[in-house]
């Protein structure tokens, strides 16, 4: 978490009103949108004040009271489509989009090395292979494709240790790591079913069919305008 500020208000209710604390509805609409937003950045123990004493009058955690608490202090929760493509491997809020997308991972292993893994779908060591024709030496060496495209969210996907250890997905092109993949299985992690896209050729356009998956799945926290 790029912030532990946004759990107080959580860490209140637990302890005030458990009961409440196991029922609430939209505490993790509450966490992702104050930390991608940083509601709590700068001067925030007045706005943890305010969140408390709604939570205390109300006895419970009610999620739109609470955005409502923090936006009449001028704070803005609202995620547009480019915040949410501006995350990449490495983000520091890349997780907590992850903890929304895939609901069933265990964050919490026993053994840490079977932490779920970030994987990039077409591989760094393939993208970066890819050249351009230098218009200045007339020679193909510049690289292709940046860093931020070979990194961006719409190249990466969660996957077990399991799966992405030496004899899993490691450098494993789409084309064949896709290949007899079930529906749910390209479902749950967003991928364009139409198997061209699979190919480095079509790079780009995997790119950009997949946002449009993302953008669908996260639409209920995206702003409107």
Known sequence: MPSYLSLIPIIYLRFHFEQAWKESKGLDEYLIRSLFSGAFSGT??????????????????????????IRMRGRSLEISKERLF????????????????????????AYVGNMPQIDHIFPQSVLKKIKDINLITGRRD???????ERNQIANCMLLSQAENGAAGKADT?????????????????LIPKDPVLW?????????KARKVLIQQKFSYLLSKY
Do not use: A
């Not at 491997?89 to 069933?104: P, V």
């Not at 510049?142 to 931020?148: A, G, Q, S, T």
């Not at 092109?173 to 992690?189: A, Q």
């Open 44 to 69: 925030s123990d007045q706005m943890i004040d305010d969140c408390i004493t709604n939570i205390r009058i109300n006895k419970n955690f009610l999620l739109s009271e609470i955005l409502h608490v």
């Open 173 to 189: 092109l789409p084309k064949d790591w896709f290949n007899g993949k079930s529906r749910d299985y390209l479902e749950l992690h």
């Open 199 to 207: 190919e480095v050729d079509n790079y780009q356009d995997f790119i």
């Open 142 to 148: 510049l690289m292709k494709f940046r860093d931020y």
């Open 86 to 109: 501006e995350i990449t491997y490495g983000s520091d809020t890349i997780h907590l989009l992850f903890n929304l997308w895939y609901k069933d991972f265990n964050y919490t292993p």
